[in-house]
């Protein structure tokens, strides 16, 4: 029996934006090196600048409205050796007849966004193949739930399902 789909949208509260903003506010710099660059980290000066733009420039919900725009649901799923969790991903189906089904898993530091920009190259087919697209967040990123255990390894990473 399949676990029931459900619809997803983005929906950051706003206290939590809030509670963020106040952290950049509050954020204390350490000294810098003079002429270290970056070979201690990234430098101060765009540290700074980085803060500055999220805290002054960066209006996430026009972003979360814009990802928004992409079909996305989660499920849960038995993934092996770490039981049953509720996974966000992007579904986008091909209008093209016998469509390729075409499985988009991110890296890390990635997340499902990275199948945005080409998702509709993807389904639409045309003079190449067409296909029908998962891209799933996966566990411990983005709206996925996070595992509960440790990994046994660095390979080993809770993201294939025991049955799809």
């Known amino acids: 029996m ?9 929906n950051v509260p706003q206290d939590k934006l809030d509670a963020l903003s106040k952290k950049l506010e509050l954020t204390t710099f350490p000294d810098e090196l003079e002429h270290a660059g970056w070979d ?7 540290i700074k600048r980085l803060i500055n733009h999220w805290r002054t420039g960066y209006d996430w919900r026009q972003h979360e409205r814009t990802l928004n725009e992409l079909p996305q649901y989660t499920t849960s799923i038995d993934v ?19 469509a390729i089904p075409l499985l988009f898993c991110h890296g890390w530091p990635g997340s499902f966004i990275e199948v945005a920009k080409i998702l509709p190259e ?12 998962v891209a799933p ?10 595992v509960k255990k440790v990994c046994a390894s660095p390979g080993h990473i809770p993201c294939v399902p025991r049955q799809y």
């Open 80 to 98: 092996i050796d770490f039981g049953s969790l509720e996974i966000h991903y992007v579904h986008q189906k091909s209008s093209v007849n016998n």
């Open 137 to 146: 967040s996966l566990p411990n990123f983005g709206w996925s739930e996070g």
């Open 40 to 46: 201690l980290g990234a430098p101060l000066s765009d």
């Open 2 to 10: 399949m676990a029931p789909i459900y619809d997803f949208k983005i």
């Open 122 to 133: 993807l389904v639409k087919g045309g003079q190449g193949a067409a296909f029908d697209v």
